[in-house]
């Protein structure tokens, strides 16, 4: 089989390798799509010393099962499957209190064990969730995503009658604004400094969205909600737009961490204003359990996967997708690789 291994930073090679056997528990799947996320782009630029190579990355994965190996039910080949990267320990006090995603001795598909970006992979069948079998492969790279966006959406809390705004207008911001929109909320604004990315955002029910550039940004938002924004929810992992946007936050409102911030960044805030207006600052990390549920939303039509996936890529050009998913911002949104192309 082909597989795109990452070496080192900036060297990935497609490799001829066997196709892995299952061992007992595990099944063999034939990836159907996956996707390119910002955590590959940023191993492959050695920004995040997250991966162990040799290591196929790619944890967006969209597959149907090859081959069962021993001990496993409920599953068949054929079926059309999402895979849950994140392998746990089981034993931690944070799995043992269900918060999984936080692990004490994580291991990643993609990260550590070896990902979507080739033709075969395995993986635990406890980690896979099943996905009608006409439901695209395009749709089913989105599943994990989702169920990170759906674990930031429960930690918000969500009150009818209150406002929103999105910060970026990425694969994750356009997921957050198809969730919010089908919530009772007043408005769900949306900030982006890319065209084609906040034309996608108002296309897909933004009441307004802004030029994260313009520098009367401030005054904009505040000419929507006088009294600040209800809740504010970063998709940028910019720490210049989270310091940014703190301020606009209403009295009593809530500010989400949710993109993923370079680690030595760090921003200025004023612990008397987070007091004098109550603030609450939160974070969302990974999805815990909640992959089933992002599947049920996507089976049945909730989000508009074909204005988020943008462009198919084959193996061959996987490097070529990393180069798009840093200078291509204004023509792709969602990229995602073909092994079998």
């Given at each position: 089989m082909k597989a795109a291994i990452f070496l080192d930073k900036n060297k990935i090679e497609i490799q001829d390798r066997?196709?892995?056997?299952?061992?007992?528990?595990?099944?063999?799947?034939?990836t159907g799509l996956c996707g390119i996320c910002g955590t590959d782009v940023h191993i492959y630029n050695g920004e995040l010393c997250v991966a162990k190579p040799p290591v196929t990355l790619g944890h967006e994965i969209s597959g149907d099962i090859d081959t069962i190996g021993q001990g496993v039910k409920g599953f068949?080949?054929?079926?059309?499957?999402?895979?849950?990267?994140?392998?746990?320990?089981?034993?931690?006090e944070f799995?043992?209190?269900?918060?999984?995603?936080?692990?004490?001795?994580?291991?990643?598909?993609?990260?550590?064990?070896?990902?979507?970006?080739a033709n075969y992979l395995v993986a635990p069948a406890t980690h896979l969730h099943l996905l009608p079998k006409t439901l695209s492969h395009e749709t089913g790279i989105l599943v994990e995503t989702l169920a990170c966006v759906l674990n930031g959406y429960d930690r918000?809390?969500?009150q009818g009658g209150h406002s929103a705004l999105?910060?970026?207008?990425?694969?994750?911001?356009?997921?957050?604004?198809q969730l919010l929109k089908k919530s009772p909320l007043t408005q769900v604004l949306q900030t982006e400094k890319v065209l084609f990315r906040r034309n996608k955002a108002k296309a897909l029910g933004a009441d307004a969205v802004f030029d994260a550039n313009?520098?009367?940004?401030?005054?904009?938002i505040f000419e929507r909600c006088p009294e600040g924004v209800d809740y504010i929810i970063d998709a940028t992992g910019d720490a210049a737009a989270v310091e940014q946007a703190i301020p606009w936050v209403?009295?009593?409102?809530?500010?989400?961490?949710?993109?993923?911030?370079?680690?030595?960044e760090t921003i200025r805030i004023s612990p008397f204003e987070i007091y004098q207006r109550q603030m609450t600052i939160i974070a969302s990390k990974m999805p815990p359990q909640t992959l089933d549920r992002a599947a049920k939303i996507l089976a049945f039509g909730h989000i508009?996967?074909?204005?988020?996936?943008?462009?198919?890529?084959?193996?061959?050009?996987?490097?070529?997708?990393?180069?798009?998913?840093?200078?291509?911002?204004?023509?792709?949104?969602?990229?995602a690789i073909d092994p079998w192309a």
């Open positions: 066997k196709v892995p056997v299952p061992k007992a528990g595990e099944v063999l799947i034939r068949t080949a054929g079926d059309r499957v999402a895979v849950n990267p994140l392998l746990t320990c089981g034993q931690c799995c043992r209190r269900g918060l999984m995603n936080l692990c004490e001795d994580p291991v990643v598909i993609g990260y550590i064990h070896h990902g979507g970006f918000l809390r969500l999105i910060l970026g207008a990425g694969t994750v911001g356009l997921l957050w604004n313009d520098p009367e940004l401030s005054k904009r209403r009295k009593g409102g809530t500010f989400m961490i949710f993109g993923v911030c370079n680690e030595k508009e996967v074909d204005e988020i996936v943008s462009s198919v890529l084959p193996l061959r050009d996987i490097e070529s997708g990393f180069q798009r998913f840093i200078h291509g911002k204004g023509k792709d949104i969602k990229i």
